[in-house]
């Protein structure tokens, strides 16, 4: 590991002016920034440490929740008003990782985590997000977990983040303090795709600090789930997952939210399963249909193949079960 530096800010205008500096990197839990590091994928002339600043409460606003950038991702998972109101994020989050690794890693590193293709994580081997311009071996090479959707000839990693699916179907805005003020951002702004160009991963410039993640009052997500398929029961990344809130009236879906994970380099809001079910009765037979219209576009390899059926299904009884539930 090479030499690096350490500062540890008490205020986030501190924290904004450090990270800032060329080569500064903020460090939170450390469950990802440090594994990169030790595989040489990072190398940070200096860690900005940001947990000693007053970032970690989870607050009711007039309207929603706002949860602190600082706030462990256990905790976040057992509040009540989260398990009560959001439980698809609760869900999410309890799907990702170990307890242990949930009791360091913070909210803003896991939105800012970085992708586990095997081609980035290994410094041996050509990878456009780790240096641009390098290629991409995944196309040809071992690409059974990566993207069909949202993918470019540059990039086929896929976002490995649990929480991020909830958030996107949940509507999280995120709050982002910089050199010239504090702004907004909706999630599903946050993540670029990857074009021509891979190695940006977010909207995000030097100095720019997460400071919290809005949750917006979402009546419809009291009735909300998450569902991971994956190679093991514990501790693994997903194959394919799903989460979604949903709103029947008289059998019929009157609003949905749906975010698909591991299938793109983004968490992917699936706008096309949505617009294809509002006003269709609430049966598996639509369900189906909207799966397919979001999976149409696809484009799948030798390897991945796969997860087309495997999203197809997780949508269509993630969705059967919360009618059901709306029936009850």
């Not at 970032?55 to 009560?84: E, F, K, Q, W």
């Not at 670029?192 to 809005?214: F, H, M, N, Q, Y």
């Not at 380099?265 to 399963?273: E, F, L, Q």
């Not at 397919?292 to 997860?307: C, F, S």
Request: proline residues 6%; charged residues 20%; positive net charge.
């Amino acid at each position: 590991m090479k030499p690096f530096g350490y500062q540890r800010p008490v205020t986030a205008e501190e924290a904004v002016s450090l990270g800032a500096r060329p080569g500064a990197r903020y460090l939170g839990g450390g469950t990802n920034l440090v594994d990169l590091m030790k595989l040489g994928v990072e190398a940070p002339e200096l860690l900005v440490d940001v947990t000693g600043l007053a970032l970690g409460n989870i607050t009711d606003t007039p309207d929603g929740v706002l949860v602190g950038a600082t706030v462990r991702n256990s905790d976040l998972a057992a509040d009540p008003r989260i398990r009560r109101g959001y439980p698809v994020l609760s869900q999410a989050l309890l799907a990702g990782a170990s307890g242990q690794l949930r009791n360091m890693a913070t909210v803003a590193g896991n939105l800012l985590q970085r992708t586990r293709c095997l081609y980035f994580q290994d410094v041996s081997k050509a990878c456009n997000k780790r240096l641009p311009g390098s290629g991409c071996p995944a196309r040809v090479g071992i690409h059974r977990d990566l993207a069909i959707l949202g993918a470019s000839a540059h990039c086929l990693a896929t976002h490995p983040s649990d929480m991020c699916v909830a958030l996107t179907a949940l509507d999280a805005v995120v709050e982002v303090a910089g050199q010239h003020g504090v702004r907004q951002i909706a999630i599903t702004d946050l993540f670029p795709l990857p074009a021509d160009d891979p190695a940006r991963e977010t909207v995000l410039g030097p100095g720019s600090l997460i400071t919290g993640v809005k949750l917006p009052v979402l009546p419809m997500a009291v009735n909300s789930r998450y569902r991971k398929a994956r190679d093991r029961a514990s501790y693994a990344f997903a194959t394919g997952s799903v989460a979604a809130a949903l709103h029947v009236a008289d059998g019929v879906v009157a609003d949905v939210r749906i975010a698909l994970g591991a299938v793109a380099p983004v968490p992917w809001r699936a706008r096309r399963a949505e617009q294809a079910l509002v006003g269709q009765p609430a049966v598996a037979r639509s369900f189906l249909g909207a799966a397919d219209a979001e999976l149409a576009v696809a484009d799948v390899l030798p390897q991945n193949g796969y997860k087309v059926p495997l999203l197809r299904n997780l949508i269509t009884a993630v969705l059967t079960e919360l009618a059901e539930a709306t029936r009850r």
